[in-house]
């Protein structure tokens, strides 16, 4: 695990771009698998403002970890969040976004998009893997859609679940721990004071609390985990 503490959002995303940059300069085709979330929404505000030319765009795969089931017109669209705060300005081919249909039925969009996954992903370990898979967590220590009441779902065989959310009800369409913890590379995207209390006891008491929280599950076997955290939600790390 390499933790980076940032004294803001701004040295957060500096910081990040050059891990982007860095795996654009190796490959060809860089599959990523995007998160909702303010902390993303500030990166890809950070991205559609400085780096329209000086990132390789074209090489740049899009996938998501979770999807509401709402139409991608919806304002709870992770898709049209991703697509108000970047793709409306920055040249990424429209063949290289794959989107989760959080219009179609829910368990049907699971199994197509789990298709999605086997097809467009290289393979390792016989599972499908992400170059880089970016995460956020809750403030109940939830990440992709898997929340802590149904934490059977991190160890479906599928690439992907249908996943409740525990107050409002709502369906959600998410990958599960398989295809998390067989990425390349996973960056957790965390900010906020609000998310303090987790951070530490995800990062500091991982074996205690990994029955109670999905993000203390993320372990890729790569090795490759990144926290990126704020001063704030860093505030009671040892």
Avoid at 137 to 150: K, L, R, V, Y
Avoid at 163 to 189: C, F, W, Y
Wanted: with cysteine; net charge negative.
């Amino acid at each position: 695990m390499d933790k980076k503490i940032f004294n803001n959002l701004e040295e957060l995303n500096k910081s990040f771009t050059e891990l982007l940059k860095g795996l654009l300069s190796e490959k060809e085709r860089v599959t990523i698998s995007l998160s909702g979330g303010s902390t993303p929404k500030s990166l890809f505000d950070y991205w559609a403002k400085n780096h329209v030319k000086d990132i390789e765009w074209n090489k740049i795969f899009l996938f998501w970890g979770d999807e509401r089931c709402v139409p991608p017109t919806d304002e709870q669209s992770n898709y049209k969040m991703t697509k108000d705060h970047l793709l409306d300005f920055v040249p990424i081919p429209e063949s290289n976004i794959f989107r989760i249909k959080g219009e179609n039925e829910p368990e049907e969009e699971a199994i197509r998009y789990s298709a999605v996954l086997d097809k467009e992903l290289d393979l390792r370990n016989n599972i499908p893997s992400f170059d880089l898979i970016i995460l956020g967590m809750g403030d109940d220590g939830h990440t992709a859609s898997i929340f802590p009441h149904e934490m059977h779902l991190w160890d479906k065989k599928e690439n992907c679940v249908v996943a409740v959310h525990p107050d409002s009800g709502q369906k959600r369409v998410s990958i599960t721990g398989k295809i998390i913890n067989n990425a390349e590379r996973v960056v957790m995207l965390v900010t906020g004071a609000n998310k303090a209390e987790k951070v530490k006891l995800v990062i500091e008491s991982q074996d205690q609390v990994k029955d109670t929280y999905p993000t203390a599950r993320v372990m890729p076997t790569s090795g490759n985990l990144y926290w990126y955290i704020d001063t704030e939600a860093a505030r009671l790390l040892k």
